[in-house]
């Protein structure tokens, strides 16, 4: 037919443009008390998101209470001085809020989600449950047996059991290597006081940081409305615990978790990079590359070629310190070792050549192209503004990432790669029918038994 046109569907489409990441400017505040204030008008509906960021986290639980940083949060909202649980639960109803949170081992962020029309009203109840929780040892106890079940239920799951024991394998005894929630040892330990201690020390307004985007008023007007509602929460700064960098470990550690059943979940990996590493954009190229995409090489061997596995993927969890570098995979249990082997392969590739530039184009595309996607709510909007506030990005940051994105060389991503997936410094911990293969898997190196809880075994 005349006025058709013909496509070589052999190749691939060229991409689109770059994205332009272009956020307002941040009205910055600082209230009486201390707390500090970012505020972006992102008004097409009439809707805030509130997010408040306490630079504590995890860390500073004491090792025996380890756990006590998420059940003082989950803890905010079952009673106030003046409410109770249930009244605290009616109060958000009525408001029509959503309140979350997420703990890790840096950082406390506590969200509300709530339409503008109720703005005072949710400003009152953030400020009354961040400054005047109950603690009631009722609650307290409920939460705390909640938190025991869910470790409880995890160690049916040979995937958690797999992370728990590979962040052990990793970091030993530094902090990162504890679970952020605790474990039953230390989470049995927690009482209302433990959890009022915590909060008295680090549940303060100066360090902390309010961010609202959404539809908010002008900043004089905002400042009056939250001086009403925040201005009886006092507290000064109290520093957060200065943690030395984790050392990676001296040579392969290998931990085999005996677990029935047709398959092994699969961790290999040590100490990644630290958010603010100069290296983290050429990071960021390395991984894409690697097991990131699902086009990336470990994927494509394991998945496509091997036929071993649904899916593998790897990932850096960057944090204030260097946090963790791992692969993650579940295999038929008779591929287990021939995959760890495959995989360390993979990595050890990467630091022996240059990634092709097909391989840079479609890591760098698939990083950069889908940057809007990451900013169509306000909801995301805050939490992208939440990470720049934790680790202190520069207010730019967003604007000019997809620039640092496109500046990485193969040069780069390959000497990452030397930098962080050095073979002898690896962990490995399988979780699977580990009677089956553990000859094999000691051709790898010496291989350690461990139960669900880390605590070494034997067959």
């Known amino acids: 037919m005349s006025g058709r046109t013909s496509v070589d569907r052999s190749l691939r489409p060229a991409a689109g443009p770059s994205p332009k990441i272009v956020l307002p400017a941040f009205k910055r505040l600082r209230l009486a008390n201390g707390l500090s204030v970012l505020s972006v008008r992102h008004d097409d509906m009439p809707e805030v998101s509130a997010r408040l960021v306490l630079p504590y986290g995890a860390c500073e639980d004491a090792r025996e209470h380890a756990g006590t940083a998420l059940l003082v949060a989950r803890a ?6 003046e409410r109770s649980a249930p009244e605290v639960a009616e109060w958000l109803d009525y408001l ?10 840096d950082t406390t962020l506590l969200s509300l989600h709530f339409l503008s029309q109720v703005m005072d009203g949710a400003f009152d109840l953030l400020a009354e449950v961040l400054a005047r929780p109950a603690f009631d040892e009722g609650e307290v106890g409920r939460l705390r047996d909640e938190r025991l079940d869910e470790i409880a239920s995890g160690l049916d799951e040979p995937r958690i059991v797999a992370n728990l024991r590979m962040g052990e394998a990793s970091f030993g005894s530094h902090p990162y290597g504890m679970r952020a929630g605790g474990i039953e040892e230390t989470v049995r330990q927690i009482d209302a006081g433990v959890l009022s201690d915590f909060h008295s020390r680090f549940y303060r307004p100066s360090g902390a940081t309010l961010i609202l985007v959404g539809d908010v008023p002008e900043p004089d007007e905002l400042q009056g409305r939250l001086e009403s509602a925040f201005g009886s929460w006092q507290g000064d700064f109290a520093a957060a615990t200065v943690l030395a960098d984790p050392e990676p470990i001296g ?5 085999a978790v005996p677990w ?4 092994s979940e699969i961790r290999v990996g040590g100490i990644g990079i630290a958010r603010l590493d100069p290296d983290y954009y050429a990071a960021l ?3 894409a590359i ?4 699902f086009s990336s090489r ?3 061997n394991l998945r496509e070629d091997k036929g071993w596995t649904y899916g593998a993927s790897s990932r850096f969890d960057a944090r204030k310190r260097r946090g963790p570098f791992f692969v993650a995979t579940a295999v038929e249990a008779k591929a287990t070792v021939d995959a760890v082997r495959e995989i360390i392969g993979e990595m050890e590739r990467m630091t022996a050549e240059q990634p092709q530039d097909e391989e840079m184009e479609l890591a760098v595309n698939a990083v950069t192209l889908s940057l809007p996607r990451l900013f169509e709510t306000v909801d995301q909007v805050s939490g992208r503004i939440a990470g720049q506030v934790v680790f202190g990005l520069p207010d730019d940051y967003w604007e000019t990432y997809a620039d640092q994105i496109r500046a990485v060389t193969a ?4 000497n990452v790669a030397q930098r962080f997936l050095a073979s002898e410094s690896f962990a490995v911990v399988v979780v699977g029918p580990v009677h089956d293969f553990r000859s094999d898997l000691e051709s790898l190196g010496p291989v350690q038994m461990r139960d669900i809880h880390g605590r070494p075994t034997e067959l």
Do not use: Y
């Open 76 to 81: 905010l909202t079952e009673g106030t001085t």
């Open 298 to 300: 470990i994927n494509m």
């Open 260 to 263: 029935p059943g047709p398959q």
């Open 96 to 105: 029509g809020a959503r309140f979350s949170l997420d703990i890790n081992h």
């Open 251 to 255: 040579q392969r550690r290998l931990w």
């Open 411 to 414: 040069s780069d991503v390959q």
């Open 290 to 293: 690697l097991g990131g995409l």
């Open 285 to 287: 190229i390395m991984n």
